[in-house]
């Protein structure tokens, strides 16, 4: 038997964990925060090849994560399954359609509630041409700086998760014990139905530029409000100082909000305050002690936090800090 050239490794993350999720793209960061409250599980895998690699994520519950990518790789990323769109870097995208991110590009993902599985292949430009040149005849028309997407047709849609469901469930069974020629099949199956997705809306009509200057509006708003309620973590949540912060109406944040996330910025923050409330329990050192956390995130009664933590992460904070 040949040596195998490829490594597969799988592992699951039971119970929310935002540092365990940390790297679950290979050689990146991707901050994780929850956004529902639930029993969180996550199996993750990763297939590396000698010139590429392949991750892929299925979870339980819906979260944010936000991150960039590799220096030096191209991202070819896609919901393998969703219950309905995810909201992408200011726009809905739907399961099987593909996304085109550059060297270094950013991500800024929240899916709906409901199951979901994720992929990403990352793989230098000069390898993924020189397979799209050996498939298609021509070079790919990839960005030089940040992303793009454009709706898949349901066969191409269909054909990219079917390759990536494969390729996963046939490294899976074999558990690294291939042959290089089953390694080689598996990464061609791969860059086949990449290559094909890619291809098929590169030369598509471009979106107009009035609606990509309205996605990229709402994705900045998003953001930019996000980091004021994340700099005011510990204190009461206030709708007129978000708004004055942002120079938008209150009712178009909340729209706004609802739009992205399925509930209003004063839950998003509630929620944010108690994802770090749980991070830093689960990390805790010395003599820290829940009153002291809960504290430290605007948490001022120990009994609703108590009840508030149970309820979106189904365990007691004296639970988390013991673990």
Same mark, same amino acid.
């Given at each position: 038997?040949?040596?195998?050239?490829?490594?597969?490794?799988?592992?699951?993350?039971?119970?929310?964990?935002?540092?365990?999720?940390?790297?679950?793209?290979?050689?990146?960061?991707?901050?994780?925060?929850?956004?529902?409250?639930?029993?969180?599980?996550?199996?993750?895998?990763?297939?590396?090849?000698?010139?590429?690699?392949?991750?892929?994520?299925?979870?339980?519950?819906?979260?944010?994560?936000?991150?960039?990518?590799?220096?030096?790789?191209?991202?070819?990323?896609?919901?393998?399954?969703?219950?309905?769109?995810?909201?992408?870097?200011?726009?809905?995208?739907?399961?099987?359609?593909?996304?085109?991110?550059?060297?270094?590009?950013?991500?800024?993902? /929240? !899916?709906?509630?409901? @199951?979901?599985?994720?992929?990403?292949?990352?793989?230098?430009?000069? &390898? =993924?041409?020189? #397979? +799209?040149?050996?498939?298609?005849?021509?070079?790919?028309?990839?960005?030089?700086?940040?992303?793009?997407? /454009? !709706?898949?047709?349901? @066969?191409?849609?269909?054909?990219?998760?079917?390759?990536?469901?494969? &390729? =996963?469930?046939? #490294? +899976?069974?074999?558990?690294?014990?291939?042959?290089?020629?089953?390694?080689?099949?598996?990464?061609?199956?791969?860059?086949?139905?990449?290559?094909?997705?890619?291809?098929?809306?590169?030369?598509?009509?471009?979106?107009?530029?009035?609606?990509?200057?309205?996605?990229?509006?709402?994705?900045?708003?998003?953001?930019?409000?996000?980091?004021?309620?994340?700099?005011?973590?510990?204190?009461?949540?206030?709708?007129?100082?978000?708004?004055?912060?942002?120079?938008?109406?209150?009712?178009?944040?909340?729209?706004?909000?609802?739009?992205?996330?399925?509930?209003?910025?004063?839950?998003?923050?509630?929620?944010?305050?108690?994802?770090?409330?749980?991070?830093?329990?689960?990390?805790?050192?010395?003599?820290?002690?829940?009153?002291?956390?809960?504290?430290?995130?605007?948490?001022?009664?120990?009994?609703?936090?108590?009840?508030?933590?149970?309820?979106?992460?189904?365990?007691?904070?004296?639970?988390?800090?013991?673990?």
């Amino acid at each position: 038997m040949d040596e195998p050239m490829a490594h597969y490794s799988r592992f699951v993350v039971d119970g929310f964990d935002a540092d365990a999720l940390l790297g679950v793209v290979r050689d990146t960061r991707f901050e994780q925060r929850l956004l529902a409250a639930g029993h969180f599980r996550a199996c993750l895998q990763r297939l590396v090849f000698p010139e590429f690699s392949l991750d892929s994520g299925t979870y339980t519950l819906p979260i944010f994560a936000s991150g960039s990518f590799s220096e030096g790789m191209i991202a070819l990323a896609l919901a393998v399954s969703c219950t309905r769109p995810m909201w992408a870097n200011g726009r809905w995208i739907g399961a099987g359609e593909v996304m085109v991110f550059a060297e270094d590009s950013e991500l800024n993902v /929240r !899916p709906w509630p409901g @199951g979901w599985q994720w992929a990403v292949l990352l793989i230098p430009r000069e &390898v =993924l041409q020189k #397979a +799209a040149v050996r498939r298609i005849g021509r070079e790919l028309r990839l960005p030089q700086r940040g992303w793009y997407s /454009r !709706p898949s047709a349901p @066969g191409i849609a269909h054909s990219l998760r079917y390759g990536v469901t494969k &390729v =996963l469930d046939d #490294a +899976a069974t074999r558990q690294g014990l291939v042959t290089s020629e089953q390694v080689a099949a598996q990464a061609e199956l791969l860059l086949a139905v990449f290559v094909d997705a890619v291809s098929a809306s590169d030369a598509g009509p471009g979106r107009r530029e009035r609606g990509v200057w309205l996605e990229r509006h709402r994705d900045a708003l998003v953001r930019r409000a996000e980091e004021f309620l994340k700099a005011n973590l510990d204190r009461p949540f206030d709708s007129l100082s978000l708004s004055l912060a942002l120079g938008v109406g209150e009712r178009q944040l909340e729209r706004l909000f609802r739009d992205v996330y399925g509930h209003g910025p004063c839950h998003w923050q509630q929620m944010a305050r108690l994802n770090h409330a749980r991070s830093a329990l689960l990390h805790a050192e010395g003599r820290a002690n829940v009153t002291e956390i809960a504290t430290r995130y605007g948490f001022n009664h120990l009994g609703r936090f108590s009840v508030m933590y149970r309820n979106v992460f189904g365990e007691c904070p004296r639970d988390t800090l013991r673990s």
